[in-house]
T-cell receptor, first 114, second 111 residues
Framework: EPEVTQTPSHQVTQMGQEVILRCVPI?????FYWYRQILGQKVEFLVS????????KSEIFDDQFSVERPDGSNFTLKIRSTKLEDSAMYFC????????????FGDGTRLSIL | GNSVTQMEGPVTLSEEAFLTINCTYT??????LFWYVQYPGEGLQLLLK?????DKGSNKGFEATYRKETTSFHLEKGSVQVSDSAVYFC??????????FGTGTSLTVIP
């Protein structure tokens, strides 16, 4: 069964540095998402992406964050000037369509900011 | 607004016990409801879903019924196994295509 893949599985970065989290969504899916889960807290929506542009974003997704689909397969989340509170598990997801469509999640990237 | 509340964990059960994990929601419009499961060290996996009132989602012996009158989507399983040990997340998908997750309920099943 096709799946969403994320790399790396664990990223350790010094505060203030930029990180890029990578995702390969399921190939025939059209909608892409990023979520984060701070340890012990809820999974929180960050952003959704369709047709090469952001379709929705949450309050968390401020100017520090950006997303890109640089080619036909990858979907990336860039975090500029990381802060300690950016430490979390980041999940990528994709879905074939919009409403009522379950989103298929990757295994996540654990981001640790030192 | 949209939110999901699920019962606090952790939950510890003996094998073959009956499981209920409560989930209630608030939403504008008519959301779809989901249960996701996260096994240790893995990502979120869809367990089951229901897209409208009175629908019952089921998978791997788990069931949940979309109850509009009580705004609930409780997860049940008649006989749990050790392999069911995981964290279970209730979630709603609103008409704006955003997921709202509960805090997760950790389940440990002991032999």
């Amino acid at each position: 069964e096709p799946e969403v893949t994320q790399t790396p599985s664990h990223q350790v970065t010094q505060m203030g540095q930029e990180v890029i989290l990578r995702c390969v969504p399921i190939s025939n899916h059209l909608y892409f998402y990023w979520y984060r889960q701070i340890l012990g807290q809820k999974v929180e929506f960050l952003v959704s992406f369709y047709n090469n542009e952001i379709s929705e974003k949450s309050e968390i997704f401020d100017d520090q964050f950006s997303v890109e689909r640089p080619d036909g397969s990858n979907f990336t989340l860039k975090i500029r000037s990381t802060k300690l509170e950016d430490s979390a598990m980041y999940f990528c997801a994709s879905s074939p369509g919009r409403s009522n469509q379950p989103q298929h999640f990757g295994d996540g990237t654990r981001l640790s900011i030192l | 607004g949209n939110s999901v509340t699920q019962m606090e964990g952790p939950v510890t059960l003996s094998e073959e016990a009956f499981l209920t994990i409560n989930c209630t929601y608030t939403a504008t419009g008519y959301p779809s409801l989901f249960w996701y499961v996260q096994y240790p060290g893995e990502g979120l996996q869809l367990l089951l879903k229901a897209t409208k009132a009175d629908d019952k989602g089921s998978n791997k012996g788990f069931e949940a019924t979309y109850r509009k009158e009580t705004t609930s989507f409780h997860l049940e399983k008649g006989s749990v196994q050790v392999s069911d040990s995981a964290v279970y997340f209730c979630a709603l998908l609103n008409t704006g295509n955003q997921f709202y997750f509960g805090t997760g309920t950790s389940l440990t099943v002991i032999p």
